[in-house]
Antibody, heavy 121, light 107 residues
Framework: EVRLVQSGAEVKKPGESLRISCKGS????????ITWVRQMPGKGLEWMGR????????DYSPSFQGHVTISSDDSINTAYLQWSTLRASDTAIYYC??????????????WGQGTLVTVSS | SYVLTQPPSVSVAPGKTARITCGGN??????VHWYQQKPGQAPVLVIS???DRPSGIPERFSGSNSGNTATLTISRVEAGDEADYYC??????????FGGGTKLTVL
């Protein structure tokens, strides 16, 4: 069974750093891109960026480039999303999801359960 | 940038058919995917590549895509179908794009 399991909820202060994780199981982790999606409170889905776990190549939406870093460790089948300087506006649920195939036109067929990040002073 | 437009809300009586649209410039040339998101839960893929239904998704869910509009159709709507629905495409200029979402209310 394919599963993506994310790390637990976090409460941080503005200016702090954070890394959240997404661990895949039930499939060959290196054969599917992992993407990160933000959902702000009461809002829709926003694509942040993605990573190819086979070589850790990542690219980003222009809206998030420079503010977050996506990485992966294929030895433990885990992808990461990290911030060096959190802002209150980063408060959201963050989902990881698996791209069905190697083409970016494909859908996201499995999703993590989401990680709630709250940034407040 | 490429924009996908969905109606904010759609209401339907149980047993009837719900149609949720997703508008975009020449969207018929793109591969459209649909996700269902129930309150407090992660999104679930219900239709991929315009009209493919993943394993485990009821046959009541179907999709079509032509011209400037893609449509998710839910037949014989049940109370359990109440959720937010999002369309999603890849665009050469904007990369991954999601629609704003449609809240389906079962009356």
């Amino acid at each position: 069974e394919v599963r993506l399991v994310q790390s637990g909820a976090e409460v941080k202060k503005p200016g702090e750093s954070l890394r959240i994780s997404c661990k895949g199981s039930g499939y060959n982790f290196t054969t599917h891109w992992i993407t990160w999606v933000r959902q702000m409170p009461g809002k829709g889905l926003e694509w942040m960026g993605r990573i190819d776990p086979s070589d850790s190549y990542a690219d980003y939406s222009p809206s998030f480039q420079g503010h977050v870093t996506i990485s992966s460790d294929d030895s433990i089948n885990t992808a990461y999303l990290q911030w060096s300087t959190l802002r209150a506006s980063d408060t959201a649920i963050y989902y990881c999801a698996r791209l069905m195939g190697r083409q970016f036109t494909y859908a996201y067929d499995y999703w993590g359960q989401g990680t709630l990040v709250t940034v407040s002073s | 940038s490429y924009v996908l437009t969905q109606p904010p809300s759609v209401s339907v009586a149980p047993g009837k058919t719900a149609r949720i649209t997703c508008g975009g410039n020449n969207i018929g040339s793109k591969s459209v995917h649909w996700y269902q998101q129930k309150p407090g839960q992660a999104p679930v893929l219900v239709i991929s590549s315009d009209s493919d239904r993943p394993s485990g998704i009821p046959e009541r869910f179907s999709g079509s895509n032509s011209g400037n509009t893609a449509t998710l159709t839910i037949s014989r709507v049940e109370a359990g179908d109440e959720a937010d629905y999002y369309c999603h495409v890849w665009d050469s200029s904007s990369d991954q794009v999601f629609g704003g979402g449609t809240k389906l209310t079962v009356l």
